[in-house]
């Protein structure tokens, strides 16, 4: 069941529990995750996609999905373990709440929040 304040993505098979809130940006957000060492992956309607993997391989990699929402970008960050796997369905590997979701999201927050 989705928390009350639950960030809703244009992904519904996708449920965050790991949101980072940066207020009142400055810049492009492809251009601010990309010095966060992200890489854009796809835009959906008014959400862009991004990903960093973390071997050669592709996988593991953090993925995220972002809106700009009232000035403010909002990022939700999960960790995909592998490649989805086809079948009778598709099946995501992917971790949503863990220490090291939690410390990138930190690492993210502190690469882009401007310094007062």
Known sequence: ???PN???????????KVKIE???????PADLLRRAGYI???RKEDE????????????????IFTRVVGGNLIINIHLDQ???????????HGEYESAI???EAERIASVLRPVE
């Open 22 to 28: 940066i207020k009142n940006i400055r810049g492009n």
């Open 40 to 42: 854009f992956q796809s």
């Open 82 to 92: 592998k490649k989805e796997t086809y079948g009778e369905a598709k099946r995501h």
């Open 48 to 63: 862009m996609g991004f990903v960093r993997p973390l071997s050669s391989s592709g996988y593991p990699r953090f993925h």
């Open 6 to 16: 639950a960030y809703k993505t244009n992904y519904p098979f996708y449920y965050f």
């Open 101 to 103: 979701i939690k410390e």
């Open 1 to 3: 069941m989705p928390r």
